[in-house]
């Protein structure tokens, strides 16, 4: 209840204050502080921070946990239609850094200094592009601030396969491929669905997760929804 009060660590550059900032709704606000004029995740969001400005000597890092506009989310993350719970990234201006949580995709929104950290592991197909990282952060004296990322390997990749039955059972197309151990998305093109496809390709591709087709059938039918 209330703002966050500052979590204060001490080094040879002074102090450095950390604010931790949950997932905030308007309705929770609101509560709060009844008489401010709180109508949107962004009314909510300014109006916290509003009550807790960071010490402008001190070095100040954020921990958030919302939807910052601009950033880019894919169809794993659950984000809400027509972006109405994002925030403003210029809340978070009085802040040395911004560590935000919320989105799979490790990336920086408006400035370096305002991240995503993303996910450790691939939690869907539509992140198979993804490269996971972790993100470390230097706080040197204020107004100095060092970011790197070191690359997560997982012992599994997620990937996605394309093309005919016949084509993927092919020995010269699997045999010694690194993708083959994967966590696998495969779509056929035949045009004629092939009996127990599933089972049969898992002999080649033990960790096959997900199989599709996309033929003439599978558009057309993809073409009736859309227009219905």
């Not at 002074?14 to 509560?31: C, E, I, N, S």
């Not at 070095?59 to 972006?83: I, K, N, P, Y």
């Not at 952060?137 to 394309?162: A, C």
Request: net charge negative.
């Amino acid at each position: 209840s209330g703002a966050p009060v500052p979590i204060p660590l001490t080094d040879e550059y002074g102090t450095l204050d950390v604010y931790l900032l949950p997932f905030l709704k308007p309705a929770m606000v609101r509560h709060v502080w009844p008489d401010e004029p709180v109508e949107t995740y962004n009314d909510a969001l300014a109006c916290v921070l509003r009550h807790c400005p960071p010490d402008p000597e001190h070095r100040s890092v954020l921990v958030a946990h919302q939807f910052v506009a601009g950033a880019a989310c894919c169809e794993s993350e659950e984000v809400s239609v027509g972006g109405v719970d994002s925030v403003d990234a210029s809340l978070f201006d009085a802040f040395d850094y911004v560590a935000l949580g919320h989105l799979h995709s490790p990336q920086r929104v408006g400035r370096d200094t305002m991240r995503y950290c993303g996910t450790p592991l691939k939690y869907s197909f539509s992140e198979v592009s993804h490269k996971k990282s972790v993100t470390v952060v230097e706080m040197g004296e204020k107004g100095s601030v060092g970011i790197r990322t070191v690359p997560l390997v997982p012992r599994r990749d997620m990937s996605e396969l394309r093309g005919t039955y016949n084509t993927l059972m092919l020995r010269e197309n699997y045999e010694g491929k690194p993708f083959r151990n994967d966590y696998l998305h495969i779509t056929l093109t035949d045009e004629e669905d092939i009996p127990d496809a599933i089972g049969k390709l898992r002999t080649i591709y033990p960790n096959i997760m997900k199989l599709s087709y996309d033929n003439l059938r599978t558009r057309a039918a993809v073409t009736v929804r859309g227009t219905a």
